[in-house]
């Protein structure tokens, strides 16, 4: 079922999308060579308490998992696409490498959904390339939903960035409604047919998330039963953002 917030759940959204956003940034900021990323979960957790709030995917349980999550954050390196755990494994970011960092915040019982990926000192400007168009789908993504537009047209846009690239398109993870619960109507994947799809109404809040593989569209599942990996090991970014439909467009609840 599609929700639809009241003015004062996106009140609240708005508010807890600025905290998510002043988090999301400090922790950008933290991004180097040799940094521990259990460094990173740890100082998310510290400032999302600091304002009072509570982290979204600590303990949530996806349909399916056999496991609660275990970390405040998802922090996936290179070939890692999302879910990467950051708490376990002890992993170390190497300069050249892509880190995408994604954030679930609870602000007053309301869910926003955001994630970045950050290069690693400097990068490959193959990898530059991914990033900045796997942001540019996401942009664009955003400029495509409206009330009265359709979910398919905020995929097609999104679609059409990564076909432009010869990206790999990751199928089988998609963007979804949010605010409620982390996981809300409707599926948003990040492909499809314009005009196809769920009508998006004003007051619907969803978190459009495109995922760009450098390779194969394929991906794998990890042990640790979080980790998607490319099936050929090669970078994948994400970039996401929770936002609002409007009559005329969206706003950005997590900028
Ligand atoms: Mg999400």
Redesign the pocket.
Known sequence: MITIKTKQDIAILREGGKRHARILKELAGMVKSGLHVVDLDARAAELIREGGDTPAFLNYQPYGASRPYPATLCVSINDEIVHGIPTEGDKVLAEGDIVSI?L?LIHKGLIT?A?ITVPVGKVSEELSELLAATKEALMAGVKAAKGGARVGDISNAIQRIGVAHKYGIVEELA??G?GYHV?EDPYVPNFGHPGKGELLKPGMVV?I?PMFNGGTKKIQLDTDGYTYRTADGRPSAHF?HTVVITKGGAEILTA
Request: avoid cysteine; charged fraction near 35%.
């Open positions: 994604d679930g959904d994630a963007g979804h949010v996981h978190a998330e996401e």
